[in-house]
């Protein structure tokens, strides 16, 4: 859009340009600057328009921005300029993702190229590599403390090593995406370290205070994050002999956003990494971008406009890459990341969803899916270009993050239903198979989040100990009913590494002082190729499981319904132990899929009637499209096997 006052300071910033930027040919860049200036413009203004350096600070960001277009490579820009014209891609049913540490999966980076055989005999098309930058040893939140935001932490290897993991993902067509950990720093950055040997200008890259007074008033409101091992939000720093804010653990100092040069680093570093390859950058912990006295911190409207000006930047730049929002909050709050008060996403094109997550655990300790369909009702739409990240587990604890409200809507009681599913997944309630662990637990709020690995929540591991057989049918069932969920329901399903063979909890890592207390590494495995071999070996758990995921995931990559442009209507049913809804494509020329759910371990049945009018069903003629055959019905009702799903279709 043309508007005279960006405009203007656009024409003085590009006369003042560097010469050594003015002389280059970058023409897209131009263009794609025009584009998106008044937008930037906007944002920039209304976050630091009452700087006396404005303009300054707006001259060195347009000059960030074209430094990294003029050392992003060609193969990229190429790249860049596909996805503009098919700019849906993302969207499609043809992408499967995979999230995993590259040393418990392969050692390091370059072990991890040895290794992408496997992921492509799966299927799978997008990995996550979880963090790889430097972290102090010992004090690195698995990654997520980082002290040096530009360097490969020597443990994964280094910039070439991830490069030579780049090209050959490219050759497999296989997306990469990393992590910039966006909200803060390890103590040990150089910029804490400035910070607390008493520099000023490093200090206001964070929230430093000479005393409690401010940190009163923020913790009057602010929730704890990691309240057994870090109480609090702020701590006590020798050094600077100030109180500083750090939301996370007490060596993760929050970022300060409201200073303009945080923002342009941190723009400059999500650039740096897309031109290493990235295809798809995870921004982590996006909600607690800005911090408001009064307020809990997260979510705030300002997290959202500096989101909006990061992708605006990075949409001139490097416009091929996607962001992902890992904003773990209540489901309104969720959609807010794709951007509000737009018709296309203008924010970030992916979101997590742990909303559908952390319901899909709820059906299965309840075998009931009457909260899930209520949960899954609160999830506003989303907006155009947008596509959710579907996933049952990943490298974090499960949050019970649903609404009170859905749940008293379904006859629980909240504080009670959050009580039994804890209780139930670690093990303690007593007709309970999950052996999961708890972790956050807050005796303040009576909080408690839960961890372990898929197979050790679902009763896989439970049942191998008690060699119970048909224990361990049931739990491949229900694990494979699980993945059927994420990879029909829209969006990208995000599996994690180990689960496709079963990986149990791992607690080894009780043996390491500076894990021990975080449960969260019960289930961050380290995997066992010989175990991962059994996946050759008929009969075995590894193969049942792997198999099937594997024809799922061909099967899903077949049905375009299965792509995500909003085409789901949920079924509601009288039976409560089933989930149901219809995929369609957008011109509804063919009949769509019904996707069919048992969260029961008895057999249950779907009234054929009751769908038939959202989805139209040519009696005699349904076929699963997972199995290839013919469902067991009698007259119009469908029966369902206990943990079994259906990808119906005519
Ligand atoms: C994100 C990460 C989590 C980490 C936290 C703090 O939520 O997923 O593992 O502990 O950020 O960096």
């Known amino acids: ?31 794609r600057l025009g584009a998106n200036f008044y937008s930037i413009h906007s944002l920039f203004q209304v976050l630091y328009g009452d700087r006396d350096d404005f303009e300054e600070q707006a001259q060195r960001l347009v000059e960030t921005m074209a430094r990294q277009y003029i050392v992003r490579s060609d193969q990229a820009k190429e790249t860049d300029l596909e996805r503009e014209k098919n700019h849906n891609w993302f969207l499609s049913q043809e992408w499967v993702g995979m999230a995993m540490y590259s040393d418990g999966f392969a050692g390091n980076l370059e072990g991890l190229i040895t290794k992408l055989h496997y992921i492509q005999e799966l299927g799978v098309n997008m ?20 002290s040096d935001f530009r360097k490969v932490d020597d443990r994964f290897g280094d910039l070439d090593s991830l490069n030579l993991l780049s090209e050959d993902l490219k050759k497999r067509d296989i997306l990469l995406t990393l992590d910039v950990i966006v909200n803060h720093t390890s103590n040990e950055h150089e910029w804490a370290k400035k910070a607390r040997q008493g520099d000023k200008k490093y200090q206001d890259y964070y929230y430093v205070f000479d005393n409690r007074e401010i940190p009163d008033m923020f913790e009057e409101n602010m929730p704890e994050v990691f309240p057994e091992t870090s109480p609090g939000n702020f701590t006590w720093d020798e050094e600077m002999q100030k109180w500083v804010m750090t939301v996370f653990n007490d060596y993760q100092m929050d970022l300060n956003y409201s200073n303009p040069a945080v923002f342009i680093e941190m723009l400059d570093i999500i650039l740096f990494w897309a031109n290493q390859g990235a295809d798809i950058i995870r921004l982590d912990a996006v909600a607690f971008l800005w911090k408001k006295i009064g307020s809990t911190c997260q979510n705030e409207r300002e997290a959202h406009l500096i989101l909006q000006l990061m992708k605006d930047c990075c949409q001139v730049t490097a416009p091929g890459v996607l962001f992902i929002a890992e904003a773990i909050v209540a489901p309104v709050e969720i959609t807010k990341y794709f951007g509000e008060d737009a018709i296309n996403a203008k924010e970030c094109e992916i979101a997590y969803n742990a909303t559908y997550m952390s319901l899909l655990w709820d059906a299965v300790a309840t075998k009931n899916t009457r909260l899930l369909y209520q949960g899954l009702k609160s999830i506003p739409d989303k907006l155009e270009g947008a596509t959710w990240l579907n996933y049952i587990r990943c490298h974090d604890d499960i949050g019970l ?48 989040r839960i961890s372990g690995s898929l197979a050790s929540l679902i009763g896989l591991q439970a049942a191998l100990e008690s060699a119970d057989q048909d224990g361990i049918d049931k739990a491949v069932h229900h694990i494979l009913l699980l993945n059927s969920m994420i990879m029909s329901f829209g969006g990208i399903p995000l599996l994690y590494y180990g689960d496709e063979i079963g990986s149990l909890n791992d607690c080894t890592y009780l043996n390491d002082e500076n894990k021990a207390n975080d449960s969260r590494w019960a289930h961050r495995p380290t995997i066992d190729w010989e175990k991962a071999e059994l996946r050759h070996q008929p009969g075995t758990v590894e193969h049942r499981i792997f198999s099937a995921v594997k024809k799922m995931i061909a099967v899903r990559k077949e049905i375009s319904a299965f792509s995500d442009f909003n085409n789901r209507e949920l079924i509601q049913l009288d039976n409560p132990h089933l989930f149901a809804f219809s995929r369609f494509d957008l011109q509804r020329s063919s009949s769509g899929v019904l996707v069919v759910g048992n969260f029961d371990s008895r057999p249950q049945y779907l009234d054929l009637n009751v769908v038939s009018q959202t989805f139209k069903i040519q009696q005699g003629q349904i076929k699963d499209l997972f199995s290839g055959s013919t469902p067991a019905l009698f007259k119009d009702q469908l029966v369902v096997p206990p943990y079994h799903f259906y990808w119906l279709s005519d």
């Open 1 to 31: 859009m043309y508007e005279q006052v960006s405009h203007s300071l656009l024409n003085d910033i590009l006369i003042r340009l560097n010469p050594e930027i003015k002389q280059q040919q970058i023409r897209h860049f131009y263009t």
């Open 401 to 448: 993050g649903f609404d009170d409200a859905d749940i008293q809507a379904v006859g629980f009681e909240p504080a009670k239903h959050r009580r039994f599913l804890i209780d139930y997944y670690t093990g303690v309630y007593k007709d309970s198979i999950a052996r999961g662990l708890p972790f956050g637990q807050n005796d303040k709020t009576g909080d408690a």
């Open 127 to 146: 990995i996550h590599i979880m963090p790889i930058l430097q972290c102090p040893i010992g004090k690195s939140d698995g990654g997520y403390a980082v």
